[in-house]
Structure formats: structure tokens, C-alpha cells
């Protein structure tokens, strides 16, 4: 839970960002992009005594051959940086190059 109250504060920091940007005459955008669920060694080094260390075991090896490969896990951030119709209108996060609308 804190990990997922983490990415929220961050995603509501970007929207305030964006908002003092606009207000003080800014044409700088903020975007938030989330890189997806990347198949990394995040999860194997944990202390196993914590459950979210065991969740590759609780995943299996066929799940993670599916999930993306560390390399293609920064193609939104890189899409929200680089491509210039986007705007820093709130509340839009870039996720897998596709804008999500948070309502």
C-alpha cells in the first residue's frame, strides 16, 4: 500500500507542479508516466521474511515470461518527454504510450 500511496503523491505533486507552472506564466509541461510492470530482480532482492518479496513465487516463471523486459519499461517516459503534441493537462499520465485520465 505504501508503495502504490507513493506513486499517487506523485502523480498529485506533478499535477501541482503543473498548476504553479500555468499560474506563473509558464510554458513548461509536467506529465506523470508510469513505466508499467517490468520483469526486473526488484522482487528477488527483498528480504523474504515480507510478502511482496514472495511474489514471484506466487507468479511463476510463464507469467513473467510475459510481462516486458526491463529495456521497453521507459518507452513513456521517454513518450511523455519526447513527443510534442502532449500537454501537462492534469489529471493525464502517460502509461505503455497511451494518456490515462484519471477521473
Not at 7 to 24: H, S, Y
Not at 32 to 37: T, V
Request: hydrophobic share 40%; aromatic share 6%.
Amino acid at each position: 500500500m505504501c508503495y502504490a500511496n507513493s506513486k499517487l503523491l506523485l502523480m498529485m505533486f506533478c499535477g501541482e507542479l503543473q498548476r504553479r507552472l500555468r499560474a506563473a506564466g509558464s510554458t513548461i509541461d509536467c506529465m506523470s508516466a508510469h513505466p508499467g510492470i517490468s520483469s526486473t530482480d526488484i522482487f528477488r532482492k527483498q528480504d523474504k521474511s515480507k510478502p511482496s518479496a514472495n511474489v514471484l513465487d506466487l507468479l511463476g516463471n510463464n507469467v513473467l515470461a510475459r510481462i516486458q523486459p526491463p529495456e521497453r519499461g521507459c518507452h513513456s517516459m521517454l513518450y511523455a518527454a519526447t513527443e510534442p503534441a502532449l500537454t501537462g493537462e492534469w489529471p493525464n499520465v502517460y502509461n505503455s504510450m497511451a494518456a490515462v485520465t484519471l477521473a
